[in-house]
């Protein structure tokens, strides 16, 4: 069973850090390219930041320069560090595992508030 599990989300303060992980299991990660999403409400889906196996990355605009994704292979997992944060990045934020040619997969997500 293919299953990402998101953890690390939270209640943080406007300018502070979190870090999210997205464990894998039951495909290789290598053959994947992930990725985080994120849903705010009232907003349509937006993609923050992926990472191919060859360890290219792509970020929207809204969080370049704040947010880092970076993978650890030996155990599979996914990391997406977030500065800086704003109000505005107050969303549920969801792990995705896209391949070439299979299907791809999606983690429940975990909801991360930035608030004062």
């Known amino acids: 069973q293919v299953q990402l599990v998101e953890s690390g989300g939270g209640l943080v303060q406007p300018g502070g850090s979190l870090r999210l992980s997205c464990a894998a299991s039951?495909?290789?990660?290598?053959?994947?390219?992930m990725g985080w999403y994120r849903k705010a409400p009232g907003k349509r889906l937006e993609l923050v930041a992926t990472?191919?196996?060859?360890?290219?990355?792509h970020y929207a605009d809204s969080v370049k320069g704040r947010f880092t994704i970076s993978t650890d292979n030996t155990k599979n997992t996914v990391y997406l560090q977030m500065n800086s944060l704003k109000p505005e990045d107050t969303a549920v934020y969801s792990c995705?595992?896209?391949?070439?040619?299979?299907?791809?997969?999606w983690g429940k997500g975990t909801l991360v508030t930035v608030s004062s």
């Open positions: 995705n595992a896209d391949h070439a040619v299979r299907r791809g997969y």
């Open positions: 039951g495909i290789i990660f290598s053959a994947y390219t």
């Open positions: 990472i191919a196996n060859g360890g290219k990355t």
